[in-house]
């Protein structure tokens, strides 16, 4: 692995992968991933040498939970068909602030692989700042990368979560809009959210102002410790699919939350099932 790539943090700035770029033009070790809402996102300007990741991959796809998490083969066929190597170093980012981008770097580390950034606003930030883009589409060179689930604990499942919601020292993050929480609105059978999970928007974790980038850490750290949720906790978090909260688990581990952990079955799961508690 080249030291230059092993150096980049887990939020890494526009500027500073643009400096890194630019300092680094042939780097073997560093894949950037695209992974928008909007396809058409990539094809209208992306960073240079970036690949395309269609989100839908990230998901299983099928069966009663379609947003868990797709199975070893799958996965394994996902990272090689993207040039993944144990080696690789992943710069990730999307272009909605990060919910994509985070879930795919969620996954990333539930399978152990640990080398991985995201560029901080996505691809809003970079062309705030009016760094290069390219419109050609970059192809990976496909690797023969075996996943395995090598970091079980950073997902959790229904049975885990509804054994411990009254766990001292454990907390659960609600990471969709107050109506989705006050079970106003909603997609599943039942409205409402998992008994005593905090509610805070995902999009409340982004500075409007600064195109989508990570709000100010203290100012983040001290609104989620309002809520109850402190650093020293387990937090779980989840929205509707474990999209928008793949963007909450990455703030919280940038923040430096002690354990972060995704609900990937999210209320699509637990919305849906008749023998789940339910507050509104």
């Not at 070893?72 to 993207?82: E, G, I, P, R, Y």
């Not at 760094?131 to 079980?152: C, F, G, M, V, W």
Request: charge should be negative.
């Amino acid at each position: 692995m080249s030291s230059e790539a092993n150096m980049l943090p887990l939020i890494v700035e526009p500027e500073h992968l643009d400096e890194f770029l630019r300092e680094n033009p042939i780097c073997p070790d560093l894949l950037i991933i695209d992974v928008p809402m909007n396809a058409d996102s990539y094809t209208q300007g992306h960073v240079p040498g970036a690949i395309f990741l269609d989100r839908s991959r990230l998901l299983r796809g099928e069966g009663d939970v379609p947003n868990d998490v797709p199975d070893a083969d799958a996965l394994s066929a996902l990272f090689s068909s993207l040039g993944l190597t144990r080696d690789t170093h992943v710069v990730a980012y999307d272009d909605e602030g990060g919910g994509w981008a985070g879930r795919l770097l969620w996954t990333l580390e539930l399978i152990g692989h640990q080398r991985y950034s995201y560029l901080n606003g996505g691809i809003h930030a970079w062309r705030g700042e009016n760094l290069p883009q390219s419109t050609e589409p970059h192809a990976p060179k496909p690797s023969d990368y075996r996943a395995d689930i090598l970091n079980p604990e950073t997902n959790i499942d229904r049975v885990e979560l509804k054994q411990r919601l009254c766990d001292p020292g454990f907390a659960v993050w609600d990471s969709r809009s107050q109506a989705e929480y006050d079970g106003e609105k909603g997609a599943s059978k039942h409205l409402g959210h998992i008994p005593g999970a905090v509610n805070m928007n995902w999009t409340d974790a982004m500075d409007q102002d600064n195109h989508l980038r990570i709000r100010g850490y203290a100012e983040l750290i001290n609104e989620l410790e309002a809520t109850g949720l402190t650093p020293n906790m387990e937090v779980v978090t989840y929205c509707q699919s474990h999209h928008r909260s793949g963007f909450t688990w990455l703030v919280g581990r940038a923040l430096g939350f002690k354990k972060m952990r995704g609900y990937a079955g999210s209320w699509n799961e637990w919305g849906n099932r008749d023998d789940t508690p339910i507050e509104k």
